[in-house]
């Protein structure tokens, strides 16, 4: 179906190496490599969620795994979100690992009691004696008239409140090193993965390994502007810098990665060597991850600053079906690079 | 003494704990140094003593802002919980759950939630986890009758059934959610019991005021799950006798009727087990004097601890938001 197979026509994996020196897999390859690698070697991992066992397993990413690993351990369930997430919460709090997927992050709006309100404060209200080492994925959609309730990009709204942790993996070696370390964490970490990403090969070690939480990833180095960005944003942001590296404009351009924590030193020194930034998040403006990254970068590089900070974000509105409106509600990498031009010399 | 006459006195003991730690948080209450809500379970002590008769420390439970009995009956420690409601470090909870969050993994208590239907999914998913490792372990989901109407309730049946898990839904139905009546949130018709039908599990409703029936239905059900039988839907009628919240009694200022609470006064559930050891000569008064005596003075003793323990610190304010 064509919503499942993107075609990114403006799209350039960050990840170039080649299969002879680096092991290549897609963002999807990792994910399932991932999943796979942890039920083998963990007991008490397992995986629920609303058609994981089906023939299409979560875009791919959970195909065979009910052959290898029993119904015991890919535990289709019944539609309901917030009771689920309660149960899964309720197996990560007496011992076991649960992965719990939903196809979008709109579904996950249905379960945002059992997330915030029990989850996200179980460790802090029961004095640290009860964590929740529980995992929870998203994909979220774009494109094909996907619109409104399939398309959200819901980062800020889950980082609010004290408790989670969000990651947004940009590249096929994070999508399966956050996974790792998400699993193996002993908190509620929520990974918003992108549709759009999953058939972009990287660079993927064969073993398990993790990409810390909290830490950000220097892609590019530059000394003119910094562009932090996150998910999807980081292509359109690298390929804004390619361009801009024409006009010998040196962008920095730093993966987020994880949105919460966020590397704030990262960003800090980066913005102190360019004292100029761009943020360009997947979410929308209004009390958004930009803004957070914003004020702490206002804060704390105020001398540093040469320009406004800008942000780059989704618009005021909720996600349209129309291709025509689609088109106007994405920025790209043409909005980043007459934002980078606008705030230099 | 026979098997059943001492269960029935530590049934007794259990629920005059209960009774007792309740009238002395309100003795104390007016002092404002315990700055917690209180929601207190007076009138309900029967199930909470009945169904945790059955459990072991690894059995885990999950109640909800009428914890203090359900708490106590699995074995949390007056200190401790006393100590939580004085908002002490020493507290189950560390000061940060006060009264309706207590927590102790040592009994079983894996946290509290305050959110009306919050802690049945995690029962299940406790009960469901101890299958999965191969225990033979049950979860006790504690609720009231206004959870029934909570999506987690209906969801949390369904998947319990579908997966056959050791869980034990005791819906302890005091006819209010809040000032709410039961007539004016669900069709008559229809019983909280009656719906475990729906979802293919067995639905009991009984006299929650009756210990001995608690105890017994409780432990069909606990068996049933032991044995790998799947969940039990237990609707025990019962009624509160103060206020939702604080030590209050609600029918002077006009939330519930007093005649109504008259009458189920007369169904004291505590009183009715003190008559039935008294009658069948199980204890006599003087040692039902004593036992009171004996619990007062430990209870003193808790909230003398209490009080004089220290408060959280600074140090203390953003620790375990995160787990390590």
Same mark, same amino acid.
Request: glycine content about 8%.
């Given at each position: ?60 990413? %959970? ?24 149960? =899964? ?49 998203? #994909? ?14 819901? /980062? ?62 220097? *892609?590019?180095?530059? /000394? ?24 010998? #404009? ?15 030193? *990262? ?11 761009? #943020? ?18 206002? $804060?704390? *590089?105020?001398?540093?600053?040469? =320009? ?30 007459? %934002? ?6 | ?21 309740? $009238? ?150 005091? @006819? ?14 229809? @019983? ?13 409703? #009984? ?60 169904? *004291?559930?505590? /009183? ?15 040692? $039902? ?10 209870? $003193? ?24």
């Amino acid at each position: 179906m064509p919503w499942t197979t993107p075609s990114i026509k403006t799209f350039t994996p960050v990840a170039t190496a080649n299969e002879a020196t680096h092991r290549q897999r897609t963002y999807r390859e990792a994910i399932a490599e991932g999943l796979h690698d942890l039920l083998a070697k963990d007991p008490s991992v397992f995986i629920m969620g609303e058609g994981v066992d089906d023939a299409s397993g979560v875009f791919g990413t %959970t195909l065979g795994l009910v052959d290898t690993f029993g119904k015991d351990r890919i535990v289709d369930t019944p539609i309901a979100e917030n009771g689920i997430t309660g149960i =899964a919460m309720g197996a990560a709090i007496k011992g076991m690992r649960p992965i719990f997927i939903h196809m979008r992050p709109d579904f996950l709006l249905i379960s945002l009691d059992q997330l915030l309100n029990h989850a996200a404060k179980w460790s802090y209200m029961s004095n640290g004696q009860v964590p929740v080492p529980l995992t929870i994925r998203c #994909i979220i959609g774009r494109g094909w008239g996907s619109a409104a309730q399939h398309s959200q990009s819901i /980062q800020a709204l889950l980082t609010h409140l004290p408790g989670l942790k969000v990651v947004m993996p940009a590249t096929a070696y994070d999508a399966k090193g956050l996974l790792v370390a998400a699993v193996r964490d002993n908190n509620p970490v929520v990974i918003m993965e992108h549709r759009w990403l999953y058939d972009n090969p990287g660079y993927v070690p064969a073993e398990l390994y993790e990409v810390p939480i909290g830490k950000a990833l220097v *892609c590019k180095k530059g /000394q003119h502007l910094t562009i932090v960005a996150t998910s999807m944003m980081v292509h359109e942001a690298m390929r804004a810098a390619e361009e801009l590296k024409k006009a010998n #404009i040196e962008a920095e351009v730093l993966d987020m990665r994880s949105i919460k924590p966020w590397d704030k030193e *990262c960003v800090v020194t980066s913005v102190k060597k360019t004292g100029r930034l761009i #943020i360009a998040d997947t979410g929308h403006r209004y009390g958004g991850v930009a803004a957070e990254v914003a004020a702490e970068i206002a $804060e704390r *590089c105020w001398d540093s600053l040469k =320009a406004p900070i800008r942000r780059i974000t989704m618009p005021e509105c909720p996600v349209p079906a129309a291709a025509s409106l689609e088109e106007l509600y994405y920025p790209n990498y043409k909005d980043i690079i007459r %934002t980078a031009q606008g705030l230099l010399p | 003494m026979n098997i059943d006459d001492q269960i029935a006195l530590q049934l007794f003991q259990k629920m005059l704990l209960i009774r007792l730690f309740e $009238e002395k948080v309100i003795a104390y209450y007016p002092e404002q140094e315990m700055k917690t809500p209180v929601h207190l379970c007076i009138g309900q002590e029967a199930i909470a003593a009945g169904v945790c008769a059955h459990l072991q420390p690894t059995d885990t439970i999950f109640s909800t802002h009428r914890n203090h009995g359900h708490c106590l009956a699995k074995g949390l420690d007056i200190k401790k919980l006393l100590a939580e409601f004085y908002g002490k470090k020493t507290g189950c909870s560390g000061g940060r759950g006060g009264s309706m969050h207590p927590a102790d993994p040592t009994c079983g208590i894996l946290g509290t939630s305050a959110i009306v239907g919050g802690g049945i999914p995690l029962a299940v998913g406790a009960a469901w986890a101890s299958s999965m490792q191969g225990k033979n372990e049950v979860s006790v989901a504690f609720f009231g009758d206004g959870a029934s109407e909570e999506g987690t309730f209906h969801e949390s049946l369904n998947f319990a059934a579908l997966k056959n898990i050791p869980v034990i839904f005791v819906c302890e139905n005091n @006819s209010y959610a809040t000032a709410s009546p039961f007539a004016s949130r669900q069709p008559l018709t229809v @019983s909280i019991a009656d719906k475990a039908n729906g979802y293919g599990m067995p639905g009991v409703r #009984i006299d929650g005021n009756d210990v001995l029936e608690v105890y017994r239905v409780a432990g069909e059900a606990m068996t049933r799950a032991r044995q790998g039988q799947g969940p039990t839907l237990i609707e025990a009628e019962t009624f509160r006798w103060m206020a939702h919240v604080g030590p209050v009694d609600d029918t002077k200022t006009g939330h519930r009727p007093a005649p109504e609470l008259a009458a189920w006064r007369n169904k *004291c559930p505590v /009183q009715r087990l003190q008559q039935l050891l008294l009658n069948k000569g199980i204890i006599n008064s003087n040692q $039902e004097e004593k036992l009171r005596h004996e619990i007062d003075t430990d209870l $003193e003793a808790a909230i003398s601890y209490a009080k004089q323990a220290a408060a959280p610190t600074k140090e203390d304010l953003l620790n375990h938001v995160y787990a390590d």
